[in-house]
């Protein structure tokens, strides 16, 4: 099994930045990607970012290209979210998610998950 524990959340104003962090354990030799989603009131949980554990693919949704961006730490088995340019529609928990197989998450649901953090966009 493979735990993931998601922090950075937090309350900031429209235009601000915000990095998420997500630090993996238990079995992470498995794994083969790391990314974010995201799920805001009354709406279906969305994919955000994904990349591939070698760092050679990585993949946005349209809207965050250009403000967001999904990086790895190797070492520590992290991977973060640096968001930028924040919108109050980007108000949402912040899941991350981790897979053994594949690592475009746009089409198919990660295998592990973490619980969330709450990122709060205010106008």
């Known amino acids: 099994q493979v735990q993931l524990v998601e922090s950075g959340g937090g309350l900031v104003q429209a235009g601000d930045s915000l990095r998420l962090s997500c630090a993996a354990s238990?079995?992470?030799?498995?794994?083969?990607?790391m990314g974010w989603f995201r799920q805001a009131p009354g709406k279906e949980r969305a994919f955000v970012a994904s990349?591939?554990?070698?760092?050679?693919?990585?993949y946005y949704a349209d809207s965050v290209k250009g403000r967001f961006t999904i990086s790895r730490e190797k070492d520590k088995i992290t991977v973060y979210l640096q968001m930028n340019s924040l919108k109050p529609e980007d108000t949402a928990v912040y899941y991350c998610?981790?897979?053994?197989?594949?690592?475009?998450?746009?089409?198919?649901?990660?295998?592990?998950w973490g619980q969330g953090t709450q990122v709060t966009v205010s106008s």
């Open positions: 990349i591939h554990w070698s760092g050679s693919g990585t």
């Open positions: 238990g079995r992470t030799f498995s794994l083969y990607s």
């Open positions: 998610a981790a897979d053994r197989l594949r690592s475009d998450y746009r089409q198919v649901s990660p295998e592990y």
